[in-house]
């Protein structure tokens, strides 16, 4: 007779995917590892990760089932199977990165290591300066197979890899989510939205990095100068600006002047997203609330998405704003 536990390993899993290739997960995933642990979301169009950082940041990793070269998504049968969703649950954000990089490094060099750069600097110069992006040499060798799967809710998400021969096994415990809101981005109230490459902002960011800044303001305007980011730290300030040539910035809907601080080292987590992204759209609500949603080739040429949020900094009584 079969136990139990038999029947439960028996039973078909909630979800299960195969991936071509470990690294193009990794890739996407390490976007977002800020922090250490991340909330996962199980649905029928993908696998939607989200971290968050003392709630004024969040980053949201969404692998869309396009991404699997095999993806099955199976609700218990007493459920409506258009519109459950199991209970979101946390995992170890580090330790999933690290069972995806287990198989071979090599020294490839950074295909991203000579990206142009088109803006008025500082010194009219742009930066190559920050960490490694996701397409570095340490994550160009893993082409591993990798299997997922969620058998039910509580049970560990398993992941399994196998390259010339060799197969792992990995048993993630899972976790009641410490959050359960997102930062709301107020959709029908947005101020501004500029699209540009991820690129020029990854080096804007970068180059103001020289004076050690504490805070990040975005200034966008109808009028010259058109958009804006300034530096202020112990080390003095600093300002990027980015004229409104088209082939600069691809959209600038900017209605009004707006301004807007945020801390930088926030903004600074992103940087892994700007490295390896295309395009960037950068939205603000009328709150303050930005938005920084990225977009970034896969391979096959398809597209994925790394979206951020982050809450505006408050100055506290009798701080100044020399932008206002």
Not at 10 to 17: E, R, W
Not at 136 to 141: A, E, I, N
Not at 244 to 254: A, R
Request: aromatic fraction near 10%; hydrophobic fraction near 35%; proline fraction near 6%.
């Amino acid at each position: 007779m079969a136990s139990t536990n038999d029947n439960a390993d028996n039973a078909t899993p909630l979800f299960g995917a195969v991936s071509g290739s470990a690294r193009q997960l990794f890739q996407l995933l390490r976007c977002i590892n800020f922090v250490s642990k991340s909330n996962v979301q199980i649905t029928k169009e993908g696998l939607r990760f989200t971290v968050e950082e003392s709630q004024v940041m969040q980053g949201i990793s969404f692998l869309d089932k396009a991404l699997f070269t095999a993806y099955t998504y199976s609700p218990p049968l007493h459920e409506d199977s258009e519109d459950f969703e199991p209970p979101p649950f946390q995992i170890s954000l580090s330790s999933l990165l690290e069972t995806l990089q287990i198989f071979g490094i090599n020294d490839n060099k950074d295909r991203w290591s000579n990206r142009e750069s088109n803006y008025n600097g500082i010194n009219g110069f742009s930066s190559r300066g920050g960490p490694a992006g996701a397409f570095d040499s340490r994550v160009l060798g893993m082409n591993g197979i990798c299997r997922l799967s969620y058998a039910a809710a509580g049970e560990p998400l398993c992941i399994i890899l196998e390259e010339t021969g060799v197969t792992t096994k990995c048993e993630l415990v899972t976790y009641e989510p410490e959050f359960q809101e997102e930062i709301p981005l107020q959709k029908d109230a947005i101020a501004q939205k500029i699209i540009m490459r991820a690129s020029w902002l990854h080096d804007a960011i970068n180059e103001l990095s020289s004076t050690s800044p504490t805070r990040l303001t975005i200034v966008s305007s109808p009028t010259a100068p058109y958009f804006t980011l300034s530096s202020t730290g112990p080390l003095g300030s600093a300002t990027v600006e980015f004229s409104k040539d088209p082939q600069l910035l691809e959209t600038f809907q900017v209605p009004s002047r707006t301004v807007n601080t945020y801390k930088y080292s926030l903004i600074k987590g992103a940087s892994r997203a700007m490295a390896i992204a295309n395009k960037v759209s950068i939205r603000s609500d009328e709150q303050g609330v930005l938005s920084l949603q990225f977009m970034v080739e896969v391979e096959g040429g398809g597209f994925s998405f790394v979206d951020f949020r982050f809450v505006p900094f408050i100055p506290e009584e009798g701080e100044g704003d020399e932008h206002n």
